[in-house]
């Protein structure tokens, strides 16, 4: 058997010849393969496109060249490179991260699906009108993708398109999603980071509004970010192509946007679905889900959003309401410690309604700030922890047992601290949704969010009343 | 009737006509830019899905009860990457 060094110098003096024959597309050294499997033999290798049965003695590979054996391999080669359309790469894309949750970011689900991976744009928070809790508002076909979707699938910002990792940049799951004649859109919860009512260099969201006709507006998403232009149409229908999986769907009264050419050549372009549209007074009209290679965008008109998800647009107003509360009060940590401080410590009657009561004013009080353009629901959380329940009920044998009743133990007790550390829950993460979380880092992942946090607080109420009583 | 109740009248009575045309891709009422600057005026605007498609192939007029309709070529497709 000759030398490496050898078959090597055969290879690279045959090369040139060999590189003339018809197909050939390679030629190397390495071992030889028979019936697909490898051999110990060293050979001179030529690949070709395909092997063909009838080759002619002339466009033959020799079996053999100056006593080294030749191996025929299928296989074509190609360069590992994606070729983009120039139009298509988007330099300026926004891949980042944010640890405030905001509009005008990238967002996609953490699965792929068949293969690929999807990226689009978080338009703006959003308030479930079912669990009252923040939401992620985009586009069905940026968080579903296609009909393969589940509730809870997971979301991540950035998207996986834009190196964001499934688990790590996990920041919510699907809740709710609407393909309809006027919605493309879907929701999802949001979780492990605090969010903002703001949209990326546009900021705070004060409403919504109907489009006009030649109205300026502006958008931010993941792709072109900062966009201007113009309401262009209204009352369009409109056929739009999702690809092979969704097909065409047909859509009804919606809002044409042309790009304003003198600040930016396209109002939108892949990756910006699930942007939202707003004009000049930051209201938005819209949620932008199609368009075209000229940069013309099509949005669905935010009433139909609004209605079909079944959700309110997140303002700065609502949060300013509750950040006013946190100053003129010594805000919600204040509020919660006299809580527990009702919750655990305190066995008089008397007492215990003079803080209940106290607290009862204060929020009352505090109505005072709440503006009548504040979503309605505000005032129904702020009022339900309130509402005379559970404390006016207590009974003075529980409170006192030791002095009216010694010796008797409180059947109940148990179940009466089970339904009020569950009210309390249910009031924390209720009035959640209208706290920034940046208001509520002890709130958000607060001690009375898991059965096991739960069981420990109820335990510890136990002892505190058992001490009392002794 | 004023003019924008009159584009919407004749849009769907355009849209009645063109939405099943093989070239069909939308309708729309936008407004006529004159020197690049939107007025008043309405419009209402079909979208077709391929070059140089007339009136005719569309078998609609190219003005209805005052209203002008035009034909673009526009395909729209979803916006997610």
């Known amino acids: ?470 | 009737m004023n003019n924008s109740e009159k584009a919407n009248q004749v849009l769907e009575e355009i849209k009645s006509k063109v939405e099943k045309n093989e070239f069909f891709s939308g309708i729309e009422i936008t407004s006529i830019n004159k020197k690049e600057v939107g007025t008043e005026d309405v419009c209402v605007r079909v979208l077709v899905n391929k070059k140089d498609v007339t009136h005719a192939d569309m078998g609609i007029p190219k003005e209805k009860d005052g209203i002008p309709i035009e034909i673009v070529n526009r395909t729209i497709e979803a916006q997610s990457q």
């Open chain 1, 1 to 470: 058997m000759k030398k490496l060094e050898e078959i090597i110098k055969e290879k690279e003096a045959i090369e040139a010849k060999l590189f003339k024959l018809k197909g050939v597309t390679g030629v190397d050294v390495g071992y030889k393969y028979v019936n697909g499997k490898r051999t110990d033999e060293i050979a001179i290798r030529v690949h070709v496109k395909k092997k063909k049965a009838n080759v002619s003695e002339k466009e033959k590979v020799p079996a053999e060249i100056n006593g080294i054996e030749t191996d025929v391999i299928e296989m074509e080669i190609h360069p590992q490179v994606i070729a983009l359309k120039l139009e298509e790469i988007s330099v300026f894309a926004d891949t980042n991260t944010y640890s405030t949750v905001k509009g005008g970011i990238s967002i996609g689900p953490e699965r792929a699906i068949g293969g690929y991976i999807y990226t689009g744009t978080l338009g703006c928070i959003a308030k479930d009108n079912g669990s009252n809790n923040p939401v992620l508002l985009s586009n069905f076909h940026v968080m579903c993708v296609d009909n393969s979707w589940s509730v809870g699938d997971y979301m991540c910002q950035p998207s996986r398109v834009d190196s964001g990792s499934p688990g790590t940049d996990r920041v919510g799951s699907l809740s709710r999603a609407v393909l309809s004649n006027h919605v493309d859109g879907a929701i999802s919860t949001l979780s492990g980071r605090p969010s903002d009512c703001s949209i990326v260099d546009i900021g705070d969201v004060k409403g919504t509004a109907s489009a006009t006709l030649n109205a300026p507006v502006r958008k931010r998403g993941r792709t072109t970010l900062y966009t201007e232009g113009f309401v262009d149409a209204i009352n369009a229908t409109i056929n739009v192509n999702y690809g092979s999986t969704l097909g065409v769907k047909t859509f009804t009264n919606q809002i044409g946007i042309r790009p304003n050419t003198g600040t930016n050549p396209k109002f939108s372009q892949k990756g910006d679905s699930g942007s939202v549209v707003v004009d000049e007074d930051n209201k938005i009209i819209g949620l932008l889900f199609a368009g075209n290679d000229d940069g013309y965008t099509y949005i669905n008109p935010i009433n139909y959003v609004l209605n079909e998800l079944n959700i309110s647009i997140c303002t700065k107003l609502a949060k300013s309401v509750i950040k006013d509360f946190a100053d003129n009060k010594g805000g919600r940590k204040d509020f919660k410690e006299k809580v527990e401080k009702v919750e655990s410590k305190e066995i008089n009657k008397d007492k215990l309604e003079k803080i209940e009561s106290k607290e009862f004013k204060e929020i009352g009080e505090h109505k005072n700030f709440i503006s009548d353009k504040v979503d309605k629901p505000i005032t129904d959380k702020l009022d339900k922890p309130f509402d005379g329940g559970k404390l006016r009920e207590i009974n003075p044998g529980i409170l006192n047992p030791g002095i009216k009743n010694p010796g008797i133990t409180n059947p109940g007790i148990n179940n009466y601290l089970e339904q009020r550390v569950a009210d309390l829950e249910n009031m924390m993460n209720s009035m959640s949704a209208f706290i920034g979380q940046e208001l509520r880092p002890d709130l958000s992942s607060g001690a009375l969010n898991r059965e096991d946090d739960i069981n420990k607080a109820q335990e510890k109420m136990n002892k505190d009343i058992a001490d009392s009583m002794g």
